[in-house]
């Protein structure tokens, strides 16, 4: 059985500066507390402040200079990833946070009360996953029916861990069949550990960490293999319920959910200028190799009813609870639905389905 836990994240000097940045700011608000099936606040008094978490989005906004002009004020953070985030949560050091479908179910039953603002998913999740499975060079293994009495790296608190478990289920194999060693996939972790021989299979980023793994290894023999048909394309911006609490903060984030999405469907419909601007000029890929990320990353959509996505965390869930030990809950109580409609609103280009049967200020469940 899977014992659940935060890892230490090595950016933990990071989280530490944050958090005496945050001292007093989670405090009570001067005003009434606002309930978290109150109408979302319209109004962002001046000086509200929000910690955010998401890279990618800050590159978008700071690339169109979006950031100029903000009802409110942002500090960036280089935080991203479920581990890194729940620790910043924890030290109350992160206001939102960026992340797969897992972090916010991880962030529960470790006793981090979240609510998940903002849903994103890909057009086509078949031929465009989030993850793939790194296999090393020396591992011996052709196909996914080769795992049994491997290593294969498993991070509990993120998405990589559910395609292990889902992979393993999928091809009849349990937890006792292979040896589950526990990894946070943070920077080069897991490619590291394949070309050391520390583990024989690790799921790896679809896109930059697939290619330059292959591009660095595929002549010792490391490969990588689709893990089987499972829907891994969710990823979400969610923040500790308390600071909803917040009016402030609460208008601040109403804000922010529209200029995320807006920066989603630029990606969207700017494909050439971010790969040339992020992935070329920034992260110093090739012109050929930013195409190529740029393609393996896919369409992304925003839809405006969260039911579909509701569901898939419902089946993360359940799998998850049943393959660790966990207390199983309603899906449902981790999204605040006050924000379902701003995303699709401010993104037209990719919004995607019917509208919900309420749109801005329909409440929690």
Not at 158 to 167: A, C, K
Not at 314 to 321: C, M, P, R, V
Request: hydrophobic share 45%.
């Amino acid at each position: 059985m899977i014992r659940l836990k935060a890892f230490p994240i090595l950016a933990a000097a990071l989280v530490a500066s944050l958090a005496l940045t945050a001292c007093g700011k989670d405090a009570a608000p001067a005003g009434p507390k606002l309930a978290l099936d109150a109408p979302l606040p319209e109004t962002i008094p001046a000086g509200t402040k929000l910690v955010i978490g998401d890279p990618t989005t800050q590159r978008v906004v700071e690339l169109n200079g979006w950031d100029k002009d903000l009802p409110f004020q942002i500090e960036w953070a280089q935080i991203s990833g479920g581990p890194a985030v729940t620790e910043a949560f924890h030290a109350k050091a992160l206001d939102v946070g960026s992340a797969a479908n897992i972090p916010p179910i991880h962030a529960i039953w470790v006793g981090i009360p979240v609510k998940m603002i903002a849903v994103r998913l890909r057009k086509d999740h078949v031929n465009f996953p989030l993850f793939e499975l790194g296999i090393a060079p020396k591992a011996g293994i052709k196909s996914l029916a080769d795992l049994r009495g491997k290593k294969i790296a498993y991070s509990p608190g993120q998405v990589q861990g559910e395609v292990v478990l889902r992979t393993l289920a999928a091809v009849g194999l349990t937890q006792k069949d292979v040896t589950l060693v526990e990894l946070p996939s943070t920077g080069d972790v897991y490619p590291n550990a394949l070309v050391s021989g520390l583990v024989d299979v690790a799921p790896l980023g679809a896109g930059v960490a697939t290619k330059r793994y292959l591009d660095n290894y595929a002549r010792d023999g490391a490969q990588v293999l689709r893990h089987p048909p499972y829907r891994d394309d969710l990823t979400n911006l969610y923040v500790r319920a308390e600071t909803l609490h917040d009016p402030a903060k609460a208008a601040a984030l109403r804000a922010y959910v529209k200029l995320w999405a807006r920066a989603v469907e630029w990606q969207a419909t700017h494909k050439a200028e971010w790969r040339d601007a992020y992935y070329v000029r920034q992260e110093g890929l090739s012109p050929e190799d930013a195409e190529f990320v740029v393609r393996a990353a896919g369409d992304p959509v925003i839809p405006r009813d969260w039911t579909e996505a509701i569901g898939m965390q419902q089946s993360s869930i359940d799998f998850l609870a049943k393959e660790g030990g966990q207390k199983r809950f309603d899906a449902a109580e981790i999204f605040d639905r006050r924000f379902e409609a701003l995303a699709a609103e401010a993104a037209p280009k990719i919004a995607v389905g019917p509208a919900p049967a309420q749109t801005e200020g329909k409440t929690n469940p």
